[in-house]
């Protein structure tokens, strides 16, 4: 009984929590790849540099900061006019859309991540994306119809409390 009601706040934590399967990344990753991205920009090759800004764009997007998450989308949109490779072009569009779940944009994510469908369909990341997209976009329906319903319902109590009263005092 005690593992039922454990999935069950389970289960609820995550409904409320947007319990997805896309990782969180840390201040100290983030912090170490800016580190690398500055010895890159001091001795390395622009093919290194493009690997290190790539790797930041990945921490900043998978930040648990807002700012951070901010920060990697003006990089990735910064750099996407730029790519000519194909590939390099797909992880961009995917790391732009995982900025934009986790900033709550979900339209413009959702349509970077059937971009990155159309060019590889079996990319079992953007799937994923997708899926947590989607997921999030029915979560915060039926959070937001919750919402109006329990307001609707105060009103109408409110309503119904102010027409005893007024028929009381006639």
Not at 35 to 42: L, M, P, Q
Not at 64 to 80: C, F, N, T, W, Y
Request: with cysteine; hydrophobic share 40%; proline share 2%.
């Amino acid at each position: 009984m005690d593992a039922k009601i454990s999935n069950f706040f389970d289960s609820v934590g995550n409904f409320f929590s947007g319990g997805d399967s896309i990782p969180w990344c840390d201040s100290d990753i983030v912090v170490g790849c800016e580190r690398e991205v500055a010895e890159a920009e001091k001795e390395s090759s622009d093919e290194r540099k493009s690997e290190c800004l790539l790797r930041l764009s990945w921490a900043l997007v998978h930040s648990k900061r807002p700012e951070d998450v901010q920060r990697g989308i003006a990089m990735l949109e910064g750099s996407l006019a730029s790519t000519s490779n194909p590939l390099q072009m797909r992880e961009k569009m995917y790391l732009l859309a995982v900025g934009f779940y986790r900033g709550g944009d979900y339209s413009r994510s959702r349509q970077l991540a059937d971009r990155c469908l159309e060019i590889a369909p079996d990319w079992r990341q953007a799937i994923n994306l997708k899926k947590a997209i989607e997921d999030r976009i029915k979560k915060d329906g039926v959070i937001g119809i919750g919402i109006a319903a329990t307001a609707l319902g105060a009103v109408g109590i409110l309503a119904g409390g102010l027409a005893a009263a007024l028929s009381r005092k006639k």
